[in-house]
C-alpha cells in the first residue's frame, strides 16, 4: 500500500504561482510512476502531468505543457507540481497518484495508476 497526502493548495491570482506536494508512505516510493491528475467542477477527472520513478522521464498535458513542472526526490517521498502563470480555467481539484511501473515507464491514462491522494483545491481568480 501506498498513501498519498497532497497540499499547497489555495487561492491565487491569474498570472500567480503555487507547488503542490505529495508527501508518500508505506511501500518503496521509488517504484512507482507518480501522476498529476485535476477535475474542475462538473468536469470529468483529467490528466496533467506525470513523472517515471527514475525521474528522468515527464510528460504533460497539452494545456499546461511550458507553464507546469512535475518533480520529485525519492529520497524524501515527495513528489511536486510546480504551477506558473496561472490561469482561471487551472481552477480544480488536483490529485496525486502512484503507480507500479519499470524503471523509465510513466502513465498518461488514470487506469495505469493504483494510489491516489485526497486531492487539493487550486483556485485561480481572474
Known amino acids: 500500500q501506498v498513501q498519498l497526502v497532497e497540499s499547497g493548495g489555495g487561492l491565487v491570482q491569474a498570472g500567480g504561482s503555487l507547488r503542490l506536494s505529495c508527501a508518500a508512505s508505506?511501500?518503496?516510493?521509488?517504484?512507482?510512476?507518480m501522476g498529476w491528475f485535476r477535475q474542475a467542477p462538473g468536469k470529468e477527472r483529467e490528466f496533467v502531468a506525470a513523472?517515471?520513478?527514475?525521474?528522468?522521464?515527464?510528460y504533460y498535458a497539452d494545456s499546461v505543457k511550458g507553464r507546469f513542472t512535475i518533480s520529485r526526490d525519492k529520497a524524501k517521498n515527495m513528489l511536486y507540481l510546480q504551477m506558473n502563470s496561472l490561469k482561471p480555467e487551472d481552477t480544480a481539484v488536483y490529485y496525486c497518484?502512484?503507480?507500479?511501473?519499470?524503471?523509465?515507464?510513466?502513465?498518461?491514462?488514470?487506469?495505469?495508476?493504483?494510489?491516489w491522494g485526497q486531492g487539493t483545491q487550486v483556485t485561480v481568480s481572474s
Open positions: 497518484a502512484a503507480g507500479v511501473a519499470a524503471y523509465g515507464s510513466l502513465y498518461r491514462a488514470e487506469e495505469r495508476y493504483d494510489y
Open positions: 508505506g511501500r518503496t516510493f521509488s517504484s512507482y510512476a
Open positions: 513523472i517515471s520513478w527514475s525521474g528522468g522521464n515527464t
